[in-house]
């Protein structure tokens, strides 16, 4: 069956610090993994990741994807309070049916001020 | 604006009485899909459909229908909804599939069967 697994399930900082969070995955036929943003509402693209080793950056956030380890890791430096929500990972099966996502169940990260 | 609209943003209902939520998606997006969210248990994608009149099930399908006549439109419908469906769902669309193109999400419709 497949399965994506996020750690930590939780997470509390302070502002400014630095934080990783983790994400791993068991899919067949897997194609690619994207991270998403949930605040109050619903979520927020981040970034989709396909190649192994390849960094991708957005402001202070970035992710990579490890695919010999089946896992990736979105970091998001010098933390904001604004940074506080829910990440979702999802890893995508592109196999005979095509086009299904299989979500992890987030980490909710807390920064304070 | 490029947007996916969800109607209605809330419901409460009974037992039994089939209902519809809509999606409408404005950027001629092929992929759509519908997730419902819990506590506990994250995003869970209900059904998906990668162009017209071509859909599949998720991993929980069960008691939902959903069409796609058009390719703008991918209602979800609850024909006899159950206490245990009560959730809020999303519905999202990409301009390829899933995994190809970023997704966008509608805003949500939190869902109490009764």
């Known amino acids: 069956e497949d399965k994506v697994v996020q750690s930590p399930l939780s997470l509390v900082v302070h502002e400014g610090d630095t934080v990783t969070l983790n994400c791993s995955y068991e899919?067949?036929?897997?194609?690619?993994l994207l991270w998403y943003k949930q605040e109050k509402k619903a979520p927020t693209f981040l970034f989709m990741l396909t190649s192994s080793g390849i960094e991708k950056k957005s402001g202070r956030l970035s992710s990579i994807l490890d695919k010999k380890e089946l896992s990736s890791i979105l970091n998001i430096t010098a933390t904001q309070t604004g940074d506080s929500a829910i990440y979702l990972c999802a890893a995508v099966n592109y196999g005979g049916s095509q086009g299904n996502l299989i979500f992890g169940k987030g980490t909710k990260l807390s920064v304070k001020p | 604006e490029a947007q996916v609209t969800q109607n209605p943003r809330y419901l409460i209902t009974v037992t039994g009485k089939k209902l519809t939520v809509t999606c409408s998606q404005n950027?001629?997006?092929?992929?759509m899909s519908w997730y419902r969210q819990d506590p506990g248990l994250g995003l869970r994608q209900i059904y998906y459909s990668m162009n017209v009149e071509v859909t599949d099930k998720g991993d929980v399908p069960e008691g939902y229908k959903v069409s796609r006549k058009e390719k703008r439109n991918f209602p979800l419908i609850l024909e006899s909804p159950s206490p245990n469906q009560t959730s809020l769902y999303f519905c999202?669309?990409?301009?390829?599939?899933?995994?190809?193109?970023?997704?966008?999400f509608g805003p949500g419709t939190r869902l109490t069967v009764t």
């Open positions: 899919v067949t036929n897997f194609r690619s």
């Open positions: 950027m001629n997006h092929e992929y």
């Open positions: 999202a669309s990409s301009l390829i599939s899933g995994g190809a193109s970023e997704q966008y």
